[in-house]
């Protein structure tokens, strides 16, 4: 569920899977761009949106910068704001910086949202 920039509805898409890549599209099981990310907000069609959410159970399959993957979950939810990857507002990882961000992080290549392993 993409969750809008202003007052407007919460636009709920579905798919088998969607990742993040690390060129900033957020991509569906036939490659094709379902939304991109830039200056913080997810763009998905004509709107902006400020964050998205997954309901589980969620399982991230995440490729860190050395190319090495690594499956993690499952999760009840997960939300993705400001380059962040939380679940309860606990930090998992990031898919990019953004802001001050006040410690070195390591971003993620590539992350997979599955609903299994």
């Given at each position: 569920?993409?969750?809008?920039?202003?007052?407007?509805?919460?636009?709920?898409?579905?798919?088998?899977?969607?990742?993040i890549r690390s060129d900033g599209t957020?991509?569906?099981?036939?490659?094709?761009?379902?939304?991109?990310?830039?200056?913080?907000?997810?763009?998905?069609?004509?709107?902006?949106?400020?964050?998205?959410?997954?309901?589980?159970?969620?399982?991230?399959?995440?490729?860190?910068?050395?190319?090495?993957?690594e499956c993690i979950g499952p999760y009840?939810?997960?939300?993705?704001?400001?380059?962040?990857?939380?679940?309860?507002?606990?930090?998992?990882?990031?898919?990019?910086?953004?802001g001050g961000l006040g410690f070195p992080?390591?971003?993620?290549?590539?992350?997979?949202?599955?609903?299994?392993?």
């Amino acid at each position: 569920m993409f969750h809008p920039e202003r007052a407007d509805s919460a636009i709920l898409v579905r798919g088998a899977y969607f990742r993040i890549r690390s060129d900033g599209t957020l991509r569906g099981p036939d490659n094709a761009v379902a939304a991109t990310y830039t200056d913080g907000f997810w763009k998905l069609g004509p709107r902006r949106y400020q964050a998205f959410e997954c309901a589980g159970p969620i399982y991230l399959r995440v490729t860190g910068k050395d190319g090495r993957r690594e499956c993690i979950g499952p999760y009840d939810s997960v939300k993705v704001v400001e380059g962040a990857v939380l679940t309860h507002d606990s930090w998992l990882g990031a898919h990019a910086t953004r802001g001050g961000l006040g410690f070195p992080v390591d971003l993620w290549q590539e992350i997979a949202f599955l609903t299994s392993t």
